[in-house]
């Protein structure tokens, strides 16, 4: 079982980090041959990246159902881009098949999103959560150390004034 560590918790990320978000949807389930490869594209991608932290990979959590989704902590852009470029690694194979086989027959759909993130314009909190999000990318401390409010975490308040009583 996932160590639970009691009380409230934040994450502490570098100066900048990369956010994205990328994910695949069944517009049409009964097409298993259209999106069964690219559902079994991410996983081995993953795998990649979790081999290679050089690679600039910092975190990864996923979702699945109809939609899924796997969101995704980066160094910087440059390692995202990179790697999406390079024809050494999963990716570029990848993309290239989805453009040739599936391209716009909307059997499924695939998105992504990118967010270029600054440490002060990011907060984030865990209570009694195992390390995760951000804490898991990067560092993980007691909400105090930081912050007991999120305007004093993000930056926009000096004052650490909570609304409710913290644990």
């Known amino acids: 079982m996932t160590q639970i560590h009691a009380g409230r918790f934040t994450a ?3 100066d900048e980090f990369v956010v994205f978000l990328i994910g695949m949807r069944f517009n049409r389930p ?3 041959r259209s999106w069964l490869p690219v559902l079994k594209a991410m996983p081995a991608m993953q795998r990649e990246l979790a081999l290679r932290p050089e690679l600039g990979c910092l975190g ?3 979702w699945f159902g109809r939609t899924s989704l796997s969101l995704q902590y980066w160094r910087d852009f440059a ?5 999406s470029r390079a024809p050494e690694h999963l990716h570029l194979p990848a993309w290239r098949e989805f453009n040739r086989g599936i391209r716009n027959n909307g059997d499924v759909g695939i998105w992504h999103e990118t967010y ?3 440490r002060s314009g990011s907060e984030a909190i865990y209570g009694n959560m195992p390390v995760s999000g951000l804490a898991a990318a990067f560092e993980h401390h007691p909400v105090g150390r930081v912050g007991q409010s999120a305007g004093r975490r993000i930056g926009a308040r000096q004052a650490d004034e909570t609304v409710v ?3």
């Open 79 to 83: 390692c995202l881009e990179a790697y």
């Open 12 to 14: 502490v990320p570098a």
């Open 116 to 118: 270029r993130v600054s």
């Open 30 to 32: 009964l097409r298993i």
């Open 165 to 167: 009583e913290p644990y």
């Open 60 to 62: 990864v959590h996923n």
